[in-house]
């Protein structure tokens, strides 16, 4: 294992030691980070970022880090692909059912599922703050999809962002069928 593969490893490990939240939780900290909003950080800003975490990286390990994500060659990580490239790997069996509850959600079959697309699986009518009156049904449908979304709120959840989400509870889960049994029963497929 190179220093590259090493440094991802114990920030995976950091990642999975927060929970079933862990990598969304890493993706709010870089876009913290990100002060240009460029979606993409250099190697210094890495370094600073991974510094506050109690991760030390020399200029060239944090180059090298940088360098392996480099899409476009821009010289920056690009930070969606680098909290992909953090996830824990899942096997097939785990992919397949996270993906056959996204399809459930994603009604429109444009690979977002959207609060409309929620309106068609489920209703909001019987949440207790529905019933008190304090949200509305809309509020409750976006809450839900809020849970699955990005920091941005943009309020549209792709694949990528509900793999995301169920990453760090496939890490926690031991088996694939334990696994698959609680995505089915939880989605209802």
Do not use: N
């Not at 600073?48 to 990286?57: F, K, Q, S, T």
């Not at 909001?124 to 990005?150: C, I, M, N, Y």
């Not at 169920?166 to 209802?188: K, N, P, R």
């Amino acid at each position: 294992m190179d220093a590259v593969d090493a440094t991802v490893e114990q920030l995976r490990a950091q990642c999975l030691a927060r929970g079933a939240s862990g990598i969304q939780a890493l993706a709010r900290f870089f876009r913290r980070l990100d002060r240009d909003r460029s979606r993409s950080l250099d190697a210094g800003e890495l370094r600073r970022g991974l510094a506050e975490l109690g991760m030390a990286l020399g200029e060239a390990e944090a180059e090298g880090v940088c360098r392996r994500w480099d899409r476009d060659g821009s010289g920056t990580l690009d930070l969606e692909e680098f909290l992909r490239a953090l996830r824990p790997p899942m096997s097939p069996a785990r992919e397949a059912v996270i993906a056959a509850a996204f399809a459930k959600l994603d009604r429109s079959g444009d690979g977002v599922v959207t609060v409309d697309d929620l309106r068609g699986v489920y209703s909001g009518r019987a949440h207790p703050k529905v019933r008190s009156g304090q949200w509305t049904e809309e509020e409750v449908l976006r809450r839900f999809l809020d849970s699955f979304d990005s920091p941005e709120k943009d309020g549209q959840v792709t694949l990528a962002e509900f793999q995301d989400y169920y990453s760090g509870l496939s890490a926690s889960v031991d088996t694939d069928e334990e696994f698959v049994a609680m995505m089915t029963s939880a989605w209802q497929l």
